[in-house]
């Protein structure tokens, strides 16, 4: 048995599940989620259609992955975690295949529905599931380090996409070229680097040994927490899913920032290169406080959270009040990177932590149910705000919002506190 002060060595069985969670949002995620905004005009041109009706395609996708995400976590959780994936990853990879063909909009509806099927297993459900269980410490930080790669291969990916259409290249070739590249970064990892437990291969979560050691316990390779129908009958519960939606709307104002900067007169600067810097530094931002914000969140969660408040009020601050530089601006849109992480790190560890691991994955399904649903609609939320009353009461809502979920956050772990007795094998 590991002692309270020997550290715990990782295997190669727990490795191939970070890089399967790192691979996946690396090639399918980043895909699906970081480029579709250079195919906007691109398709709308070709089809003849206009860049809304191509953007619609986005609100399709997400409100496929509201509809599917209580079903596919029931699925994750009495199914082997293989075939789920695997098949979540061949929606995908036929998706863009699909697109790779089509010359009619509706094609791209359809594309779109294969799209929410396949993401709402391999990013907002998959990677916490798998995590959670193989992992009783460092789970945050390895959360963090998978959705990390959203960013990286979002950055990767789009300059690619830019250096092909630059040679000349046809969308339709280059849908077919990340249907190849969906398929390849992911599908051998979801086939034979993971498996749904520990206990499938004779190990334990790892950390569960020294912390199991620590309190003079053995250590249980069973995952303990409440019974999702218990926990859906908690005021915790509501708190957290008003929560993570809160999240997913105050984040996207970063979408706003070039329509922001536009709208800006008198700046020394050119207004649509600021907007445009701002959007990538915030991107970058992200990428790294993923990381950081997760490995906090192991430490406390609590304190993640007020950093990422904090992240989010200085960074918009900064935006909004210090036009008359853009270096600052920068620095405000990449701090604010720290709040934009939560969405997909500190949402998944508050949800464990409240909850525990026992029936994860169909508790944060329900969760990002209303997750997915507010995100069909925040972009247009926000774009409708700064049209009908302009960037300062973007701004100033924006804040608001902050307070509200910092303030659902701290409710969260209190109310939560209270049925940990409760928690079973």
Same mark, same amino acid.
């Given at each position: 048995?590991?002692?309270?002060?020997?550290?715990?060595?990782?295997?190669?069985?727990?490795?191939?599940?970070?890089?399967?969670?790192?691979?996946?949002?690396?090639?399918?995620?980043?895909?699906?989620?970081?480029?579709?905004?250079?195919?906007?005009?691109?398709?709308?041109?070709?089809?003849?259609?206009?860049?809304?009706?191509?953007?619609?395609?986005?609100?399709?996708?997400?409100?496929?992955?509201?509809?599917?995400?209580?079903?596919?976590?029931?699925?994750?959780?009495?199914?082997?975690?293989?075939?789920?994936?695997?098949?979540?990853?061949?929606?995908?990879?036929?998706?863009?295949?699909?697109? /790779?063909? &089509?010359?009619?909009?509706?094609?791209?509806?359809?594309? *779109? =529905?294969? +799209?929410?099927? #396949?993401? @709402?297993? $391999?990013?907002?459900?998959?990677?916490?599931?798998?995590?959670?269980?193989?992992?009783?410490?460092?789970?945050?930080?390895?959360?963090?380090?998978?959705?990390?790669?959203?960013?990286?291969?979002?950055?990767?990916?789009?300059?690619?996409?830019?250096?092909?259409?630059?040679?000349?290249?046809?969308?339709?070739?280059?849908?077919?070229?990340?249907?190849?590249?969906?398929?390849?970064?992911?599908?051998?990892?979801?086939?034979?680097?993971?498996?749904?437990?520990?206990?499938?291969?004779?190990?334990?979560?790892?950390?569960?040994?020294?912390?199991?050691?620590?309190?003079?316990?053995?250590?249980?390779?069973?995952?303990?927490?409440? /019974?999702? &129908?218990?926990?859906?009958?908690?005021?915790?519960?509501? *708190? =957290?899913? +008003?929560?993570? #939606?809160? @999240?997913? $709307?105050?984040?996207?104002?970063?979408?706003?920032?070039?329509?922001?900067?536009?709208?800006?007169?008198?700046?020394?600067?050119?207004?649509?290169?600021?907007?445009?810097?701002?959007?990538?530094?915030?991107?970058?931002?992200?990428?790294?406080?993923?990381?950081?914000?997760?490995?906090?969140?192991?430490?406390?969660?609590?304190?993640?959270?007020?950093?990422?408040?904090?992240?989010?009020?200085?960074?918009?601050?900064?935006?909004?009040?210090?036009?008359?530089?853009?270096?600052?601006?920068?620095?405000?849109?990449?701090?604010?990177?720290?709040?934009?992480?939560?969405?997909?790190?500190?949402?998944?560890?508050?949800?464990?932590? /409240?909850?525990?691991?026992?029936?994860?994955?169909?508790?944060?399904?329900? =969760?990002?149910?209303?997750?997915?649903? @507010?995100?069909?609609?925040?972009?247009?939320?926000?774009?409708?705000?700064?049209?009908?009353?302009?960037?300062?009461?973007?701004?100033?809502?924006?804040?608001?919002?902050?307070?509200?979920?910092?303030?659902?956050?701290?409710?969260?772990?209190?109310?939560?506190?209270?049925?940990?007795?409760?928690?079973?094998?």
């Amino acid at each position: 048995m590991a002692t309270a002060t020997t550290k715990e060595k990782m295997s190669v069985r727990h490795l191939l599940v970070v890089l399967t969670g790192i691979m996946i949002t690396f090639g399918c995620s980043a895909l699906c989620f970081s480029t579709w905004g250079l195919f906007q005009p691109v398709v709308a041109e070709s089809l003849g259609v206009a860049t809304t009706e191509f953007a619609l395609y986005v609100t399709v996708m997400y409100l496929t992955m509201t509809v599917a995400s209580p079903f596919a976590g029931k699925l994750l959780q009495v199914m082997d975690i293989r075939i789920v994936l695997s098949v979540s990853v061949a929606l995908v990879g036929g998706a863009f295949l699909l697109m /790779s063909f &089509s010359n009619t909009i509706l094609l791209f509806y359809i594309a *779109a =529905v294969m +799209l929410g099927l #396949g993401e @709402i297993s $391999i990013l907002w459900l998959a990677i916490p599931t798998l995590i959670n269980r193989w992992f009783a410490d460092r789970a945050g930080f390895f959360i963090g380090l998978c959705m990390a790669f959203t960013g990286i291969g979002g950055a990767l990916w789009s300059a690619v996409f830019t250096a092909l259409r630059s040679s000349g290249m046809d969308f339709h070739q280059i849908y077919l070229i990340w249907a190849v590249i969906a398929l390849v970064t992911s599908l051998p990892f979801t086939l034979f680097c993971v498996r749904n437990s520990p206990a499938d291969c004779g190990l334990q979560p790892y950390g569960a040994a020294a912390a199991a050691a620590a309190a003079g316990k053995t250590a249980s390779v069973k995952p303990t927490g409440l /019974s999702a &129908s218990r926990a859906m009958k908690t005021p915790a519960f509501y *708190a =957290v899913c +008003l929560f993570a #939606g809160l @999240i997913n $709307i105050a984040i996207l104002v970063a979408q706003q920032f070039p329509t922001y900067t536009k709208s800006l007169t008198d700046v020394p600067y050119d207004v649509m290169v600021v907007g445009g810097i701002m959007l990538t530094v915030m991107m970058v931002g992200q990428a790294i406080f993923k990381v950081v914000l997760g490995a906090a969140a192991d430490k406390s969660a609590k304190g993640a959270l007020i950093f990422a408040f904090a992240a989010g009020v200085v960074g918009i601050l900064l935006c909004w009040m210090c036009t008359f530089n853009e270096f600052i601006m920068y620095g405000g849109a990449f701090i604010f990177g720290g709040a934009y992480a939560t969405a997909v790190v500190l949402v998944p560890v508050v949800v464990r932590q /409240s909850f525990g691991s026992r029936e994860y994955s169909i508790i944060y399904s329900r =969760v990002s149910t209303v997750f997915n649903l @507010i995100a069909a609609f925040a972009a247009m939320i926000w774009a409708w705000i700064g049209s009908s009353f302009g960037f300062d009461i973007v701004f100033i809502v924006a804040l608001v919002m902050l307070v509200v979920i910092l303030a659902l956050g701290l409710f969260v772990f209190a109310d939560a506190k209270k049925y940990k007795s409760e928690w079973t094998e």
